[in-house]
């Protein structure tokens, strides 16, 4: 038997310039692209997650009317598990690939992990055990971090 996992990242950067315009539009590209992955996930009867960036989630808990919410993360269905990408995408540790990336510390980095934690049980009604890591250094935390992760309710495999 083969076992897949399908996660999606649920983020938008679209507030950089405060451009209002290209928030809706950014948001209705994405709204259109979630609704026609669980469309194809539902047909297909697969399992995925989605990491949603806090940040994103309070964006479109402001944006979208209640019932358009739950039509995109709909909180009651069995194929669907929601992680969190943090809340703001912070970067705790120097990226080779971004040199002029600012980093925060990692006390930083905690902080921002517990508001997306509260902000998902807030709205979806349990804690998300699940973290996709900003940039996916997954190498990078260090036994010290992945123990201040687990203390915050995240399971790390």
């Known amino acids: 038997m083969v076992n897949v996992l399908f996660g999606f990242d649920i983020e938008c950067m679209h507030f950089k310039d405060n451009n209002f315009a290209k928030f809706e539009e ?4 994405s709204q259109t692209i979630i609704s026609r992955i669980n ?3 539902d047909k297909a009867e697969s399992e995925r997650t989605f990491f949603i960036l806090g940040k994103t989630l ?3 808990l402001t944006y979208f009317k209640r019932d358009d919410f739950l039509k995109l993360f709909p909180v009651d269905n069995p194929l669907l598990e929601f992680a969190q990408h943090s809340y703001n995408h912070l970067t705790f540790k120097n990226i080779n690939s971004l040199p002029d990336k600012k980093y925060c510390s990692e006390e930083e980095f905690i902080a921002d992990v517990r508001s997306a934690s509260i902000l998902m049980e807030i709205i979806f009604g349990n804690k998300p ?3 996709r890591v900003p940039y996916g ?3 990078a935390i260090s036994e010290d971090l ?3 992760l687990k203390g915050l309710g995240l399971e790390l495999g």
């Open 146 to 148: 992945a123990g201040k």
């Open 26 to 29: 950014d948001t209705k590209a």
């Open 137 to 139: 250094y997954y190498e």
């Open 58 to 60: 309070k964006d479109y």
């Open 39 to 41: 469309q194809l996930m």
């Open 129 to 131: 055990v699940g973290l």
